[in-house]
């Protein structure tokens, strides 16, 4: 902040408003290259703080100079999906990857369970072997998300297909405690080995959050779920939210929409 707002830095506390907030807010988006708005934000959320840890902790009177609708909208909005072969050089790229470093984080099977279950990648790392549990009389393996470790703190429950949960199970070692994870890897190490996989199979733009949203339009696109049963699965609290991670692939909605299509010769 001091090598872009010197002079900025020269008025006092007192006095500091929120039309200087609002210059500094236009400085940072004119700069070359323009500023984020998520770190514009945070910038801007630093100097709210300090003027309520001042009032609250030294006895200050200070007029906090960050008013509602300082703070830029953020949009983190993404619709990146696996394309056309992309998911065949992903997972080939991790079997290299587990292959070459010996790695222990079983990164492909992580990357199919993502993409079928649409959980985030905390949540994946979270995961017990408490929270798998197979229904002796369906003989269908269930997925429980705790909700201590869901983002929404709220917890859910549903089923996993019957050849990945086969493959889920065989993980467990016989003197594998109930809390032990599943997949014996933290959220960093996950994603590492997901970059660095990612990197091989040289897929630009691709995070591991990529995969939630390409496994939410599949929960449309391949089961034909409602809106609100997909909400069972993926933990989005409002139908809004869902809709920011559903990105239908054009051709599905062709197919369903036969009526745009011109008469046949």
């Known amino acids: 902040m001091q090598a872009q707002h010197p002079d900025l830095l020269n008025i006092p506390a007192d006095s500091f408003c929120t039309s200087h907030i609002a210059e500094m807010v236009t400085r940072l988006r004119k700069a070359n290259p323009p500023v984020a708005a998520a770190t514009i934000k945070q910038?801007?959320?630093?100097?709210?703080?300090?003027?309520n840890l001042a009032n609250a902790r030294l006895g200050f009177n200070l007029d906090n100079p960050v008013k509602p609708g300082c703070l830029p909208k953020v949009n983190n909005a993404r619709d990146r999906r696996l394309f056309p072969n992309e998911?065949?050089?992903?997972?080939?790229?991790?079997?290299?990857y587990e292959t070459d470093t010996r790695c222990t984080t079983p990164i492909g099977l992580i990357v199919r369970f993502a993409l079928e279950t649409a959980m985030r990648q905390a949540e994946i790392a979270q995961l017990r072997w408490q929270d798998i549990y197979k229904d002796p009389q369906l003989g269908v393996t269930f997925v429980t998300v705790d909700r201590k470790f869901s983002k929404n703190n709220d917890a859910r429950k549903f089923p996993l297909s019957y050849n990945l949960a086969q493959e889920i199970t065989s993980?467990?070692?016989e003197n594998a405690e109930a809390s032990?994870?599943?997949?014996g890897s933290n959220a960093p190490q996950i994603r590492q080995a997901f970059e660095r996989s990612a990197a091989r199979a040289k897929l630009e733009g691709l995070r591991f959050h990529d995969l939630r949203h390409e496994a939410t339009s599949r929960l449309f696109?391949?089961?034909?779920?409602e809106p609100h049963e997909a909400q069972l699965i993926t933990g989005h609290r409002t139908i809004a939210m869902l809709n920011r991670y559903t990105h239908l692939n054009a051709q599905h909605l062709l197919g369903k929409m036969r009526n745009v299509l011109p008469p046949a010769s």
């Open 221 to 225: 696109e391949r089961h034909h779920l």
């Open 43 to 51: 910038n801007v959320g630093f100097i709210r703080t300090a003027y």
């Open 171 to 173: 993980l467990r070692s």
């Open 180 to 183: 032990s994870r599943v997949f």
């Open 87 to 96: 998911e065949e050089k992903l997972l080939e790229a991790c079997a290299k």
